[in-house]
């Protein structure tokens, strides 16, 4: 239990630090100050509905804690007046990281970072207010990359690139002005632009 406690407090520093330094640097948006309240997940007075957090039907806020059945840490998502808010984490099973994410007013923002099992840098998303807003980037488990692509608000601007396992380009091409320039990947019976659309609309909304 003492063990828990210390990663605990740990994650508290860590996530104070690093949100504070992030919401600076992005768009100037302040952190909010979660109370230092640590929930097992296991409590049954949890209930989540429609991406709200409750306890004891009243907004959650502080952090909720989920364990492996080991004991050690799973997830720290913090949340305020029942939407998740500042750095949320996530580890693997063998104590590697899984996820970092950031949230403000539930929304996703700032850099999101996952990792595959054996360490290996898995994506690197860029977040405005729930949209893909900067560079999007993605590997394989190898190492390889699997795709680069260049956001603005949440539409493809400039650069956009992705790979197969074998290092093959998949698409290659540059966006200006909503239209599409280069290697897009795209039938010939397909419109570039349709295709510009859908791409937006499936990528939009982010992972």
């Given at each position: 239990?003492?063990?828990?406690?210390?990663?605990?407090?740990?994650?508290?520093?860590?996530?104070?630090?690093?949100?504070?330094?992030?919401?600076?640097?992005?768009?100037?948006?302040?952190?909010?100050?979660?109370?230092?309240?640590?929930?097992?997940?296991?409590?049954?007075?949890?209930?989540?509905?429609?991406?709200?957090?409750?306890?004891?039907?009243?907004?959650?806020?502080?952090?909720?804690?989920?364990?492996?059945?080991?004991?050690?840490?799973?997830?720290?998502?913090?949340?305020?007046?029942g939407?998740?808010?500042n750095?949320?984490?996530?580890w693997?099973?063998?104590?590697?990281?899984?996820e970092?994410?950031?949230?403000?007013?539930?929304?996703?923002?700032?850099?999101?970072?996952?990792?595959?099992?054996?360490?290996?840098?898995?994506?690197?998303?860029?977040?405005?207010?729930?949209?893909?807003?900067?560079?999007?980037?993605?590997?394989?488990?190898?190492?390889?990359?699997?795709?680069?692509?260049?956001?603005?608000?949440?539409?493809?601007m400039?650069?956009?690139?992705?790979?197969?396992?074998?290092?093959?380009?998949?698409?290659?091409?540059?966006?200006?002005?909503?239209?599409?320039?280069?290697?897009?990947?795209?039938?010939?019976?397909?419109?570039?632009?349709?295709?510009?659309?859908?791409?937006?609309?499936?990528?939009?909304?982010?992972?």
């Amino acid at each position: 239990m003492d063990s828990i406690k210390i990663i605990l407090v740990a994650t508290a520093l860590l996530v104070a630090s690093s949100c504070r330094q992030f919401y600076n640097s992005r768009k100037n948006i302040e952190p909010q100050t979660i109370p230092s309240i640590y929930n097992n997940s296991q409590n049954g007075d949890f209930n989540e509905k429609n991406g709200v957090m409750y306890c004891n039907d009243v907004l959650f806020s502080g952090f909720v804690v989920t364990l492996f059945s080991n004991g050690d840490t799973n997830s720290v998502i913090g949340y305020l007046n029942g939407l998740k808010e500042n750095t949320s984490r996530i580890w693997w099973d063998n104590k590697q990281w899984r996820e970092v994410r950031v949230y403000h007013l539930n929304k996703k923002i700032g850099e999101h970072t996952g990792w595959f099992e054996n360490g290996t840098m898995r994506f690197k998303y860029q977040f405005g207010s729930d949209v893909y807003d900067g560079t999007v980037e993605e590997w394989f488990a190898d190492g390889k990359r699997a795709t680069l692509f260049n956001y603005e608000s949440g539409y493809e601007m400039g650069l956009q690139q992705a790979w197969y396992a074998d290092g093959k380009y998949k698409f290659n091409y540059e966006v200006v002005n909503g239209r599409k320039y280069g290697l897009t990947g795209v039938k010939n019976c397909e419109s570039v632009l349709d295709t510009s659309l859908n791409s937006l609309i499936a990528k939009k909304y982010a992972k």
